[in-house]
């Protein structure tokens, strides 16, 4: 059994995925460095493949699911979340279609979204990158669990806003509201919220 998990773990697909996760909380981290249009551009650009991954991640079961820790506290979702609001502040909301089938709609938030798909992905590296098999194990199968249940559908909600931001010629995204590298703490998200 040892084998077979190290052979999942350790498997090209799941190294991808862990990769693309790490690129997106690190484009997260960074990206008051950028600006509101690069931003989208780039998230438009990696949304795409964090699903593909997501999808051919192996199914698997836990072995000890308890052992799964959220590192993500709700103070670091929280900050991530002011700084999305701050970044997409003119073009937040969005209609978001739950059922397409039905034709009540509600307003949903990027910001939201992107913030808990940062959530998921960062548990995931933490204890992925714990080293311990079978932890590593679990981590693929909750990550993949919660991909299927909740944040899937909110990527492709964000990816059909983003598409629609990048390819409307209507879209104004600001191209002037990166802050400089030199004014960027990665330590103190407060400081780097506070800066609009």
Known sequence: MEQNLEEVVY????????TLASEYCNL???????SQKEF????????????????ILPDTEPVMPDM??????????EAVYQTMVRKLENIDEY????????????????????????????????????????IM???????????????????????RVLHNLLYNPNSN???????SQDDFDPENWDK???IE
């Open 95 to 134: 209609k978001e279609v739950l059922d397409p089938l039905n034709t009540d709609d509600q307003m949903s938030s990027l910001s939201e979204g992107i913030a808990d798909i940062y959530q998921d992905l960062k548990d995931f590296i933490s204890s992925y990158n714990m080293g311990t098999v079978e």
């Open 137 to 159: 194990n679990d981590a693929v199968w909750d990550c993949k669990k919660n991909f299927k249940e909740y944040w899937g559908q909110r990527l492709v909600n964000i990816l």
């Open 40 to 55: 989208v551009d780039k998230l438009h650009r990696l949304l795409p493949l964090v699903y593909l991954k997501a999808i």
């Open 68 to 77: 799964i820790e959220k590192d993500v506290t709700q103070e670091e979702w």
């Open 192 to 194: 780097n919220t506070e």
């Open 173 to 179: 995204l600001k191209e002037d509201d990166a802050m």
């Open 28 to 34: 997260l981290d960074t990206v008051v460095l950028i």
């Open 11 to 18: 498997s090209e697909n799941v190294i991808g995925f862990a």
